[in-house]
């Protein structure tokens, strides 16, 4: 019966992590919405494209996709995954990772090659835009 307990709290859990996703970082949490910030950056961009581009960033980093327009192009990667992660020796849940091999599956981009700690989102999104050419 414990076993069978355990388990379903796992499930639970799980569950609520999957719904609620990670947490984004204080300073990211109490802004407004950045679109305009994106519009402006990327005047040739459509907004739906901006979204699916953030929406694959938020769901590499598990932050929840309602969140996805409090960044901004000027945000860097390095310190996204740095306000996550101060302490370099606790284990992370591959974010990095996960948006490096998305953005290589839906884009046809590899992080590695264009990989700064001074990368912004902006960035990456311009090489999107090229790549979209």
């Known amino acids: 019966m414990s076993t069978l307990a355990v388990a379903g709290f796992l499930i639970l859990l799980s569950a609520l992590w999957l719904k609620f996703g990670t947490s ?34 938020t769901s590499a980093f ?10 901004s192009p000027h945000d860097r990667v390095w310190e996204i995954y740095r306000d996550l992660y101060p302490n370099r020796w606790v284990a992370d849940a591959m ?4 948006l490096t091999d998305d953005l290589s599956a839906k884009y046809g981009i590899a992080l590695s090659e264009i990989w700064s700690e001074k990368l912004t989102l902006g960035d990456v999104f311009a090489v999107v835009q090229r790549s979209r050419v």
Not at 62 to 71: G, M, P, T, W
Not at 95 to 98: D, H, I, N, Q, R
Request: proline share 4%.
């Open 62 to 71: 598990a932050f929840r996709d309602s969140e996805r327009l409090k960044f």
């Open 95 to 98: 974010e990095l990772e996960t």
């Open 24 to 57: 984004l970082p204080r300073r990211y949490r109490a802004r407004k919405c950045e679109g305009a910030q994106w519009r402006s950056a990327f005047p040739q961009a459509t907004k739906d494209e901006i979204r699916e581009f953030l929406s694959l960033f």
